[in-house]
């Protein structure tokens, strides 16, 4: 792929040299005996970074948020969340197929959620309805095309949370690009949630990982759920060790992230396309008004070195990422502005 410029996700990115280095250096042990240094110190980092007690390594994103929920939802009870949330979109059914858990959506609109909609579909405890248990926001919103949500309504939704006794989790996935993108420091939002995912292969550019956050009790009954789902590892320290490494020199760098997706936005904002304001990574093309649609562009955008995601018929999606240079974003620039004049 590497004669391509590779704007499908930033999910695509390879390891640094540095990043290897830490790798193959890395001390391991049997991390299903607790015995891996790098994973337990991995850990330690990420929890105390969002000011919670606990963290604990998975295997992917998904599968973080998938403990997560079955933490804060038993069995047959009930999960809010957005309709374009990761958690009901992308995870194949996982919360129903091994949480046992229900999910109800609030209408899909990306960050900007209102607290106040969510706050009147809560479901009290009671012999007919199901009772709601918690509520999941995404940060950043991946179909949202990377909105961040504001602090203030996630401080409003913890409020709604209390009133109801309900758990918050957060799929933050991105949430290191919502922190470089508004300047929040992790702690604060960290305190503003029961359970996090937050995860280390997107924009952070590590090959594999992501961390349930939460609170020494939730986190050990975490253990006990991914072991459960098969996500127990071994020496595993090799990739908890890339994670590190991408914690200390990747995170401040997302904000250069940031300004390749703002010039590819504009680039492609005076041909009515751009689905919403651009505040991070992922630039979200609407092509309901445009002649092609996301396949076509997508094929010709191909035929021209250019890898764009199809999200539906007329949905596409740029993601930009620490594998693409600026002259990489000059050629994309001008690749889009001419298939999208045509
Ligand atoms: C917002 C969000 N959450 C969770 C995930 C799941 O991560 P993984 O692909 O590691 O399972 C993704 C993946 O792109 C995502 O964008």
């Not at 961040?148 to 109801?164: K, M, N, Q, S, Y």
């Not at 918050?168 to 991105?174: F, I, Q």
């Not at 290191?176 to 029961?194: I, K, Q, R, S, T």
């Not at 090959?207 to 009954?221: C, D, H, N, Q, T």
Request: aromatic content about 4%; charged content about 20%; some cysteine.
């Amino acid at each position: 792929m590497a004669e391509f410029i590779d704007l499908r996700s930033d999910t695509v990115t390879r390891p640094t040299a540095g990043m290897r280095e830490a790798m193959a250096t890395a001390e391991v042990g049997d991390d299903v005996y607790g015995e891996d240094p790098t994973v337990a110190a991995l850990e330690a980092e990420v929890a105390a970074l969002f000011g919670h007690e606990a963290a604990l390594f998975a295997p992917s994103g998904s599968m973080a948020n998938q403990i997560a929920l079955q933490l804060v939802v038993p069995p047959g009870d009930e999960l809010l969340c957005d309709a374009d949330a990761h958690v009901v979109t992308y995870e194949i059914g996982a919360a129903a197929a091994y949480g046992g858990i229900s999910s109800r959506t609030w209408p899909a609109v990306g960050a900007d959620v209102d607290p106040e909609v969510v706050a009147g579909m809560v479901r009290p405890d009671g012999y007919f309805a199901v009772p709601t248990r918690a509520i999941a926001v995404e940060q950043t919103h991946n179909r949202g095309g990377g909105g961040v949500i504001p602090l203030a309504t996630l401080r409003e939704l913890r409020r709604v949370a209390d009133g109801h006794g309900l758990a918050l989790h957060c799929d933050g996935a991105r949430i290191w690009h919502a922190h470089v993108a508004d300047g929040v420091p992790l702690a604060e939002y960290g305190a503003l949630f029961d359970t996090l995912s937050v995860c280390l292969s997107k924009g952070l550019g590590a090959p594999v990982g992501s961390l349930v956050v939460g609170s020494a009790e939730k986190i050990a009954r975490a253990r006990f759920v991914r072991k459960r789902m098969g996500g127990g590892m071994r020496q595993v320290g090799i990739l908890a060790a890339a994670g590190r490494y991408a914690l200390a020199h990747h995170v401040e760098r997302l904000a250069e992230d940031h300004a390749k997706a703002a010039r590819l936005a504009e680039a492609v904002a005076p041909h009515g396309v751009l689905a919403t304001v651009v505040r991070t990574n992922i630039v979200p093309l609407d092509l309901t008004k445009h002649p092609l649609d996301a396949p076509a562009l997508a094929a010709a955008a191909r035929e021209r070195g250019l890898l764009i995601s199809v999200l539906g018929p007329r949905t596409a999606r740029l993601v930009t990422h620490m594998d693409v240079s600026d002259a990489q974003i000059d050629d994309a620039v001008e690749i889009l502005a001419r298939l999208l004049r045509a």
